[in-house]
Nanobody, 122 residues
Framework: QVQLVESGGGLVQAGGSLRLSCVAS????????MGWFRQSPGKEREFLAR????????DYGDSVKDRFTISRDNAENTVYLQMNSLKPEDTAVYYC???????????????WGQGTQVTVSS
């Protein structure tokens, strides 16, 4: 069972920055890609970014690709999401997840963290 633990959420003013962290219990075929998603009430879970442990290959959702950066620290089994120029519409619960492939669909991610709340005030 892969365990993922997110941290770093909180309240920030519009235009500010936050960095989310996700610690994975393992790096294996089950965590080939690590992804970040978010979900706000009444909306579907939205793909934000993903990265592979090996070569650091990344992919971004269109809504965040110019503002968010995903990175990883293999030695610490940790994936980060640096979020800059935050907007009120970025308010959501942010989730870390792992996949065996390179998909951006949440259906292909089988292990999920508990989520961390990000609130951006105007």
């Amino acid at each position: 069972q892969v365990q993922l633990v997110e941290s770093g959420g909180g309240l920030v003013q519009a235009g500010g920055s936050l960095r989310l962290s996700c610690v994975a219990s393992e790096r294996s075929f089950r965590t080939y890609s690590m992804g970040w998603f978010r979900q706000s009430p009444g909306k579907e879970r939205e793909f934000l970014a993903r990265i592979t442990w090996g070569n650091g290959d990344t992919d971004y959702g269109d809504s965040v690709k110019d503002r968010f950066t995903i990175s990883r620290d293999n030695a610490e089994n940790t994936v980060y999401l640096q979020m800059n120029s935050l907007k009120p519409e970025d308010t959501a619960v942010y989730y870390c997840a792992s996949s065996r492939g390179m998909s951006t669909s949440p259906r292909e991610y089988f292990y999920w963290g508990q989520g961390t709340q990000v609130t951006v005030s105007s």
